[in-house]
């Protein structure tokens, strides 16, 4: 854990979606202020129900409780605070701010009279350790089903939203400078796809380079899966899925970082 710093806590105050938008942004994906307000709306929140972090007056972290019912069978219900958008600032994380808003959530929904909590969660994710310390327990997981139709429009797509998510990552910024790199993937259904980072921007390739930086192969589904981290790299290499035809490791260390995006150590 980092050094301990001093920081506030209170509820949501008008105005405050600004830098929530900002830290959502960085965790989850490009968000506006206005969109954090209907976030907010669609819950149903009241600002006692959204806490923050605070140092030297800037916003840091935020945890919101949204409370629901649980269905158990016909006509039985049980309430529910839900945890939703757990997120601190990339430059304040692992100094114990977010699990205290936690703590601080946890507390509020037990004195509405909730006996239990709930959230979504990935299970790759640091968050995934703070919520089991805390004493959450993995109950199920989910599945989602995609057939894609036109996946090269999917995959510019895909490379404009990197480009969207990479003004709010700062972490991202930091671990992408100077790694101006092409990648080609040829995907046995689809065909041949290329990209490069070039000027701090990631840039679709009408044409694949002679030579590219990173070239591999695989099938769309095994793609998919890596790219939602359904799937480790490492076991479709192992299994044959996916082969890796040029590419130092460093190299393709960092794209792996790209296609999950992820990027805490």
């Not at 806590?9 to 969109?35: L, M, Q």
């Amino acid at each position: 854990m980092e050094k301990p710093v001093q920081y506030t806590v209170r509820n949501y105050s008008k105005g405050d979606e600004v830098a929530i938008a900002k830290i959502f942004s960085e965790c989850f994906g490009p968000t506006t202020p206005r969109r954090i307000i209907q976030w907010y709306r669609s819950h149903g929140a009241h600002p006692e129900d959204i806490f923050v972090g605070v140092i030297d007056g800037k916003l840091v972290s935020s945890v919101e409780v949204v409370f629901k019912q649980l269905h158990h069978g016909e006509g039985v219900y049980l309430k529910t605070a839900g945890i939703s958008g757990v997120c601190t600032d990339s430059d304040y994380r692992k100094r114990g701010i977010v699990s205290n808003l936690m703590k601080l959530a946890l507390d509020y929904a037990q004195q509405k009279g909730v006996s239990n909590a709930s959230l979504f969660t990935g299970l790759d994710i640091p968050a995934h350790r703070i919520y089991q310390r805390l004493g959450f327990v993995d109950i199920t997981t989910g599945r989602t089903y995609i057939k894609y139709i036109d996946y090269p429009s999917i995959f510019a797509r895909w490379l404009r939203l990197l480009n969207r998510s990479l003004k709010d990552s700062k972490i991202a910024v930091r671990k992408l400078e100077g790694w101006e790199k092409s990648v080609v993937i040829q995907l046995k259904e689809v065909g041949t796809l290329s990209f490069r980072f070039r000027k701090k921007r990631f840039q679709r390739l009408r044409k694949p380079p002679k030579r590219a930086d990173i070239e591999f192969s695989t099938d769309l589904k095994t793609y998919t899966k890596i790219v939602r981290g359904v799937v480790q790299w490492e076991d479709a290499v192992n299994t044959d899925k996916l082969v890796v035809k040029r590419g130092e490791p460093a190299e393709v260390e960092m794209l792996k970082r790209i296609l999950n995006w992820r990027w805490d150590d």
